[in-house]
């Protein structure tokens, strides 16, 4: 089949001298259409007339000689014309790719009668050549996507790509066939009405895949220093692979014309351009692959003068990956033991980031970190409960989305798959696979292969589903690496923690990690015998200052929108609050109160905005900062607050049966493996539904108590507070037992 596609193309270029039928397929156009098939200018003949055989040959001229051009339009001429000749040895390849192949034998002809084609030094107006593809996709009802594509990449044509030489006369560069090819179909095209709807697709596709392979070549193959790298090669070699499906693709459409005009039926199937289609989409993911390795690892020295086209082609490789990220996501789902279980690690609540201008140290430090070539493969934040390490983690997760990072996993004591290490590597191959294009084959043919790697062991779901498909696109040059993010390693089970810093301490060149933890004996001992493969960035050394600075910043956000929301609520003037409220000494109490952890700033803001909590605004706050709630520890300021309160509400003499409560029911809560609803505890407990409530509402500025029934979870450091006697303590005095 090839060689009669080979063949007719070869016809094509020489014009009508042996199958003068495919030119002469225009007979049933109409008239306005074949008008301008024909149109000659003063300088110029019918850009598709075919050259007299006793015509001497007239060698190929050059257009911009022939058009009067001003210096502007001069420089742009010469921009294209060395464009022009970078792109001509990856279209010569392209060709030779194609001649190689098995049916590709009499391609070398095509490449020989090349030099002797001549039809005039005119050239189809670009605006009427897209005008014509746009009306035919309108025409066969080619919409949506492809379209939009289209769309976007019009305005760009002329500065990148070599339309300039629909005229395949008017040089003989190779790039210049496939526009001289496409401007005869899309004016020529008589096949059947399916036949006819998956050219002009292919055509679209072959439109904006040489466009993005033009672009691709100026921004990372034009430099005479990248064509070394190794990311530059492969680059290389996907876009020649690219451009000859192109030729494919056209060749076969040709022979179809051909065909058609011949009279001649069942000549070819439907499913002969729907493969050579998915040929095509096939070759322009793998440039997409291929270009966004280049992306992450290479910078183009020339990235200011084409800052748009590079945008245009991550939006465009950004809807593409869309697309696929659906249809991966169901070949992934044996990753999964829980179909929600990768939803804790990768959608966060908008409240549960660092806020605006806070940490931006810490953060800075880690962003330089991930940027750095040679820095080392681990980075450990080590920093005691409460203190904003998990805010931090899913402040970079969302940072470096789109950009480097490759998953994400937050351990979580007592909260099921989140509590170990066995799903670890599954889910961040789960992520691993959509964050990542380039690796994401790689890993669906691990997971098919077999099927029940996630119940394997945690050294062999590394292995097999991660640490191999990366070993395959890995690449010495690599500048920036593809970045995990482990949250709380102290939170997962002990047996499992060493496991997973000696996998993680061994990763491919083409990993980075960053750790964060509490400054646990066992974590701590492992990174002091591992120094030069980790930077450590302890938030305990965080100067004072940035970190009152910051807590600072956040609760002035909070309290700015608290005061919004209650004034919204408040129709009478004189009920609202003022905007200064609650003045700076009050303020600054509730600051001291906090520092140095973020999580009792947070608290207290739960605490202020608690509706179980009875009483005004300033006597919750009043009650928050007073002085004589003496505390013995930070986690103290945080929690005894709050606990006080179910003693507060307490009679004296019903204390005992108020403490004897908090500790049969609260006291489950801190020590169960795992989490329960509050209906189960009910049932563990066999005490009234009631009465888990009445201890748990008041509670749950600290408890986290989903609405929907699920499992009560401990706030973040809440098993850092020593629960005692004195844990109900007021000023009025001890609870009794």
Request: glycine share 6%.
């Amino acid at each position: 089949m090839l060689q009669r596609q080979l063949r007719t193309l070869k016809a094509f270029q020489q014009g009508s001298q042996r199958y003068p039928e495919v030119c002469s397929a225009s007979v049933s156009l109409p008239l306005d259409r074949v008008s301008r098939r024909t149109e000659t200018t003063e300088n110029a003949a019918p850009v598709l007339r075919p050259q007299p055989q006793d015509e001497p040959e007239i060698q190929p001229t050059i257009i911009s000689q022939t058009i009067p051009t001003d210096s502007s339009v001069s420089d742009n001429d010469d921009t294209l014309r060395k464009h022009q000749e970078e792109l001509r040895p990856l279209w010569k390849e392209a060709i030779q790719k194609v001649e190689d192949s098995r049916d590709g034998g009499k391609l070398n002809e095509v490449l020989q009668n090349q030099k002797q084609i001549n039809t005039g030094d005119s050239k189809e107006e670009l605006t009427n050549l897209l005008s014509e593809l746009e009306g035919e996709m309108e025409r066969v009802g080619l919409k949506g996507k492809m379209a939009d594509a289209i769309g976007k990449v019009v305005p760009h044509l002329n500065r990148i790509a070599i339309v300039g030489d629909v005229a395949v006369s008017a040089n003989p560069n190779p790039a210049a066939l496939p526009w001289a090819v496409v401007r005869f179909l899309l004016l020529s095209i008589t096949a059947g009405e399916d036949i006819r709807a998956k050219i002009v697709e292919g055509i679209a596709e072959i439109v904006i895949l040489v466009f993005e392979c033009s672009v691709y070549q100026e921004l990372y193959l034009a430099a005479e220093a990248a064509k070394s790298l190794s990311t530059a090669k492969s680059l290389r070699k996907v876009v020649v692979e690219a451009l000859s499906q192109c030729i494919r693709f056209l060749a076969l459409a040709l022979c179809e014309q051909r065909a058609v005009a011949k009279a001649l039926t069942g000549a070819f199937r439907l499913e002969d351009f729907s493969g050579y289609l998915k040929d095509l989409q096939k070759a322009k993911l793998q440039l997409h692959d291929a270009g966004l390795l280049c992306e992450m690892y290479h910078r183009s020295q020339d990235r200011d003068l084409l800052e748009d086209l590079h945008k245009l082609i991550i939006d465009m490789r950004n809807g593409s990956n869309q697309r696929l990220e659906q249809e991966a996501k169901s070949k992934l789902k044996d990753l999964l033991i829980d179909p929600t279980d990768a939803s804790d690690h990768i959608y966060h609540p908008d409240n549960s980031y660092c806020l605006e201008g806070t940490r931006q140290t810490v953060l800075q430090d880690i962003y330089s970190w991930t940027e750095e070539a040679g820095s080392p493969t681990i980075c450990w934040l080590p920093g005691p409960a409460g203190s904003g390490k998990s805010t931090i983690s899913r402040t970079v997760a969302r940072d470096l989305k789109g950009q480097c990072l490759g998953g994400c996993f937050f351990f979580k004591k007592g909260a099921g798959n989140r509590a170990n290490g066995r799903t670890l590597f599954s889910i961040i191959a789960y992520q691993l696979a959509l964050n990542f294009p380039p690796v994401r084959q790689h890993i669906i043919d691990a997971v098919q292969e077999d099927p029940s790697s996630v119940m394997r062991s945690m050294d062999d779901q590394w292995r097999t589903l991660v640490r191999e498909p990366l070993d395959k696109v890995q690449d010495k040059e690599i500048m920036r690496k593809v970045v995990l993010v482990v949250d709380a390693l102290d939170e997962c089970e002990e047996d499992d923690q060493q496991c997973v810093l000696a996998i993680l301490t061994n990763c491919p060149d083409v990993l980075k990690v960053f750790i964060t933890s509490r400054p646990e004996f066992d974590i701590v001992s492992h990174f002091a015998y591992q120094q030069r493969l980790h930077k450590e960035l302890a938030l305990h050394r965080v100067k004072m200052g940035e970190i009152e600075s910051d807590i600072t910043s956040f609760l002035k956000h909070h309290i700015k929108d608290l005061i919004s929301k209650y004034n919204g609520c408040s129709s009478q003037k004189n009920l609202r609050l003022s905007n200064d409220w609650p003045g700076s000494k009050r303020f600054q109490a509730l600051v001291k109160r906090s520092v140095p952890l973020f999580i009792a700033a947070a608290t207290f803001i739960r605490m202020i905005k608690d509706v179980s909590w009875t009483g005004s605004l300033d006597s919750k706050l009043d009650f928050i900062i007073k002085e004589d709630n003496h505390v013995g520890s930070p986690y103290e300021a945080i929690y005894k607050p709050v606990l006080n309160l179910i003693a507060k509400g307490a009679p004296d003499e019903a204390r005992g049966t108020a403490h004897d409560g908090f500790t049969h029911i609260i006291g489950s809560v801190v020590l169960l493996a795992s989490p329960l609803s509050i209906v189960s505890l009910a049932v563990l407990l066999d005490v009234e539904i009631h009465d888990v409530t009445g201890q748990v509402n008041p509670l749950r500025s600290v408890l986290e108590v989903p609405r929907d029934g699920g499992p009560i979870k401990l706030g973040q450091s809440l098993d850092s507070f020593e629960f005692g006697k004195e844990m109900l303590e007021t000023p009025e005095g001890r609870a009794e037992t």
